[in-house]
């Protein structure tokens, strides 16, 4: 646990915690992160220059080295590719990448003066994520070497995943963008409340999760990232897709039927209940916002989950 000078450590699930000193001159720890038990980095700011510090772990957080050349890393926002690569972003729409596991930076890329790059995720070291002002999302899966740009003009992103080819960012106002196409096009998934800022996202081993954000917002999702290698949830014998013609959510079994369909959104609402008696469900869709939803399939005493987008 770290802040505003303070760096605590727990052994015991957070039954206790014991005060550690690992840096000098820091005001304020600002970005933990750990790849394993053992392997991990703390960044922070100091009162005095460099103003910026990097620390190192190999142990679990008992002893931290300081990182030997930071100048280049940004210090906003930090986060592990892999064990040993990892980027960082900042003022000045500065990118950096270290791949010795943090202790030297060198810039990859930088862009307006004054404007800042707020988080990153990176799902391995070629294939990731940046937020920057005005519903900037930038991709990369090269390394960094080259950029695909998407904005929205308006939103500051702050809570990032990245999973197979599909991206999620969530920001202000509550709003929650998704890509099913590694990046190349976005699409608003979920309309906030226009109050509050999205900061974090979590997974379960079951592949549901939560966005937690200020205020003490916290949206609950099932089953968002559907379809990739380590989350494959999605019944080969179904078909789901939006019929822009007839306006409705076509669901199809190419063997058996379909006994009950259930329509979710990515709040996790429940929507409705539909009993069929063949293998083709068509659920009404007109009504609904534009967005991606899910739907889980009881069929012959099988349940299956699918994604349905409505554009």
């Known amino acids: 646990m770290a802040g505003y000078d303070l760096f605590m450590k727990t052994e015991d699930a957070g039954a206790t915690w014991t005060p550690m000193t690992v840096g000098t001159d820091v005001y304020l720890y600002n970005n933990l992160s750990f790849y394993d038990e053992n392997i991990g980095f703390v960044s922070a700011q100091l009162n005095d220059a460099p103003f910026f510090a990097i620390y190192l772990t190999t142990d679990g957080g008992d002893t931290w080295t300081a990182a030997t050349?930071?100048?280049d890393a940004g210090g906003i926002n930090v986060g592990y590719a892999d064990q040993t690569t990892l980027y960082s972003v900042g003022a000045d729409e500065r990118i950096a990448k270290a791949t010795d596991g943090g202790n030297t930076w060198t810039q990859i890329y930088s862009g307006v003066i004054q404007n800042y790059f707020l988080s990153l995720h990176f799902k391995d070291a070629?294939?990731?994520?940046?937020?920057?002002e005005d519903g900037l999302l930038?991709?990369?899966?090269?390394?960094?070497?080259?950029?695909?740009?998407f904005a929205t003009g308006y939103h500051h992103f702050y809570a990032l995943a990245y999973k197979g080819d599909q991206l999620m960012a969530g920001g202000?106002?509550?709003?929650?963008y998704f890509s099913e196409d590694n990046g190349a096009n976005w699409n608003q998934i979920f309309v906030g409340n226009g109050q509050n800022q999205l900061y974090e996202i979590a997974f379960f081993e079951?592949?549901?999760?939560?966005?937690?954000?200020s205020g003490g917002v916290m949206l609950k999702f099932d089953d968002v990232f559907l379809g990739t290698n380590d989350h494959q949830l999605i019944d080969e014998s179904l078909i789901g897709f939006y019929n822009e013609h007839t306006q409705n959510f076509e669901i199809r079994?190419?063997?058996?039927k379909l006994d009950t369909v259930q329509l979710f959104n990515l709040n996790g609402q429940l929507l409705g209940t539909y009993e069929n008696e063949n293998e083709l469900c068509q659920i009404k869709a007109a009504h609904l916002a534009n967005g991606?939803?899910?739907?889980?399939?009881?069929?012959?005493?099988?349940?299956?989950?699918?994604?349905v987008l409505k554009r």
Request: charged share 20%.
């Open 292 to 307: 991606l939803y899910i739907v889980h399939v009881l069929s012959e005493g099988r349940t299956s989950s699918l994604k």
């Open 206 to 213: 079951n592949g549901s999760g939560l966005i937690c954000g």
């Open 172 to 176: 202000t106002d509550t709003d929650i």
């Open 253 to 256: 079994a190419s063997k058996g």
């Open 69 to 71: 050349d930071v100048m």
């Open 126 to 132: 070629d294939n990731g994520v940046i937020a920057g």
């Open 138 to 149: 930038k991709t990369t899966h090269d390394g960094g070497s080259t950029w695909s740009d």
